[in-house]
């Protein structure tokens, strides 16, 4: 989904490597790692041990930080971004989490499909029940309160399937988002003006 107006729009999507890399967090029971530090997943995901699996790659410890710089780069490129199952090349510089990545891929790439195809009903739901687009409506009323046309800006909006409905703002552009968060009308205004306000 795209919101465009004059000089600025909003891109809204899921991203499913970011869908891949919160099955492996979860699952792996890293809690309170990543910058945002964004809730846990629903429906929630068996949870291993994985410490006997990258205790030759430095272990837990290494696992978490591995972890968290990747999230960092999904987070900065999250509709760009790719992992290539079974090997995942683009983890080899952080073995601890490639080994994580290949051994549970099966059930984590079955988990993220299954969670797009969620997404994807919930959008379409959306687009039957709507009349406007929640981010659109929300630009127009501060181009109201500012008596001017926007500025020009471009925002990417992540939603994902979160147990905390919420958003999280990473600078310069970025939205990450529990996808049921724009059910709440006021919720979804709570977290998303200051970000329009701010852009705009």
Not at 64 to 81: P, S
Not at 114 to 119: G, N, P, S, T, V
């Amino acid at each position: 989904m795209t919101a465009v107006g004059h000089e600025w729009h909003i891109v809204v999507d899921t991203s499913p490597v970011m869908l891949f890399s919160l099955y492996l967090r979860d699952c792996a029971g890293l809690d309170a790692v990543g910058v945002p530090l964004v809730s846990q997943l629903v429906p929630a995901v068996h949870r291993v041990d994985p410490s006997q699996l990258v205790h030759d790659a430095g272990g837990l410890t290494v696992l978490r930080i591995e972890w968290e710089t990747w999230w960092r780069q999904l987070v900065a490129d999250c509709f760009g971004a790719e992992a290539t199952a079974p090997q995942f090349p683009e983890l080899a510089s952080l073995p601890a989490l490639q080994l994580l990545a290949q051994a549970h891929y099966g059930a984590a790439i079955d988990w993220s499909r299954e969670r797009r195809a969620e997404y994807a009903a919930l959008r379409l739901r959306r687009e039957k029940a709507r009349q406007a687009d929640p981010f659109e409506q929300l630009v127009e009323e501060r181009e109201l309160e500012l008596g001017r046309s926007s500025r020009g800006f471009t925002l990417q909006v992540v939603e994902l399937p979160l147990s905390e409905p919420r958003a999280w703002f990473v600078e310069p552009a970025t939205l990450l988002m529990s996808q049921h968060l724009a059910d709440d009308a006021l919720a979804f205004s709570s977290y998303v003006r200051p970000v329009v306000e701010l852009l705009a």
